[in-house]
């Protein structure tokens, strides 16, 4: 009885395989380190926080992909095909000849079927989405950009760099090329109340996007986030397991039925965070957790907008 789409699903259903995705470093930087359009960075980045030990800028792509293919083997041993996914900084952020020469690399392993690039809205235009549609006619591409609030007080607040419009139209031009689309999106960023981040799903809907990742706000340690937080601690939302579940079950109920689900909590190595006040509870865990709290209320992906709009039925089955 499924009450929310699993991004893992889909690829079973649409595959009749699990895809692993293998992370890559491929060396990126980005503009909003660089000064093309900022210094230092989000305010809640620190990128070592957020990928594998086996991805390094210094390795051949092709040795990360076999080292991420034996570190996954260890707990998917029936895993037989794999994403390279450029995850670290901005992987469209380069000339096209080398963003094809990247690319091409990673797709020529034997065990990888296509590619997600990790991105920002302000780093894709005609040109690298020309290069994209052609390699997804012949592999899986997935293009998931970073966009964290669909407030734009906000995504000043934490210095992303870009609007809301930007990622809107990063979006609809990626979509229209008939690439599969996914988003990225912090839960408990400052400045953003329950009742803000519950009214952003509207314009989450309204977006042609494939997949949705959501993370609680984690302060990694030296991050200007975690300085503020020190400062201002009352402008953040900070959730306890059990509240970060229940809000979980608000957001869902308020998404369209078709988003996939791809991430509903982040992890970030104990080493990086001032503290790790739901313990040492991995995604897997959390993932069950939320199916019997969903099951507790008799909820499911897109109810709100179901009873809103006056029909019966969750459009999966229950």
Known sequence: MERYNSFAGYFKKKYGERLQKVVIDAGFTCP???????????TYCDNAAFHPSYSHPGKDILVQIDEGIEFHRQRYRNAKHFLAYFQSFSNTYAPVERLRELYERALSHPAVVGIVIGTRPDCVDGEVLDLLEELSRKHIVIVEYGIESCLDRTLERINRG???ACAKRAVEMTAARGLEVGAHFILGLPGETREMMLESCALINALPLHSVKFHQLQLVKGTAMAR???LHPEDFVQF???????????ILEHLRPDLYIERIAGEVPPRFVESTPWGLVRNAELLLMLEKRLEERDSWQGKALVEFSGLSGSGFGI
């Open 32 to 42: 909003n380190r660089d000064g093309r359009v900022g210094r230092g960075g989000c």
């Open 162 to 164: 870009h609007d809301f």
């Open 240 to 250: 306890t397991l059990e509240e970060y579940l229940d809000f979980f079950c608000d």
């Open 228 to 230: 503020e937080y020190s």
